[in-house]
């Protein structure tokens, strides 16, 4: 296997019997901590996710988890369980990775291979949901019955909480609002659709929709800002920094995005009728121009809709809390949620 350094932070020492290992297993970075029950982690380690081979991904991954149990300075039988949130399709029960684009998984058995090389139980779910379980456990959703959290950044999906569990379906994918079509005529999506909210609001989209302006002869600032920086490749952020500069294309482009944001809002909330909707991601950042055009088209799709409404407020509608360990945080949640179901934590 090929040698890897370890971005190592030890955080507080943890001094209980009952511990997890939380994995955020991503297509770039493989992040991982140990976790106690009041979901504070210590022992942060983040490795490149080696994807050469589905043997060395795991083998990193296995890495990753040692590691963090070192750098948390705790005696291994302390670890109960490791949890594992996973870019794709997973079936929890057989522990398997049916689909991830991401890691360029199919059907891998990661379940049985961790559980051998660690003699320890592992759970895996799906990254968005791990997400979702960490808000509802640990997070901003803390004590919500019925929460939906929206996932934003360069995909977006949705995952409900219904009286306080996980709400799956039969794939473990309920709550795909990105792949759902906004704009029939719209542009391709990476699923092979055409127009779903994914290709009209995420993070790459508000790029494309910004440099096919650009290539049709509009004006905006945005030309100036990738001189100014000398980048090649139009992204989000430099959208974000043209609509703070009042840029007009800029502006045009988040306000619709915010729109077809707000709408899968309201859709979800049509839905799944939670008490609190809770927008994570690497998008969902305060103050962030997106999140503003996104609360602009709640309040247009309020007025809209009197049922709308009438269920939900703009203070139901809350930015994630648990920023950066998020996914480490989640994927303690769900070891812990498997842990005490089978009592051994
Ligand atoms: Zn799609």
Redesign the pocket.
Known sequence: MRMQRAEQTTGAHIEEDNLVVGVDVGGTKIAAGVVNAQGQVSGRIKLPTDTSSVEHTLQAIALSIRSAIQAAHVPSQRIKAVGLGIPGIVDPAQGVCQLSVNLGWQHVAVKAWLERELQLPCFIENDVSVAALGEGLYGVGKGQENAVYLSLGTGIAARAIIHGRLYRGAHGMAGEI??TVFAPSGPL???G?RG?L??LAAGPALARNAEDKLQRGESSLLEGIMQEQAVADLRAEHVFEAAARDDALAGQILREAGQHLAYSIYLLAMIFDPQMVVIGGGLAVEGSPLIGATRTGLTHWMKQAPVFREMLSQDAVRLASLQGDAGIVGAAALAIAEARTRSFL
């Open positions: 990105g792949h999506c990476r699923c659709a779903c994914e290709a």
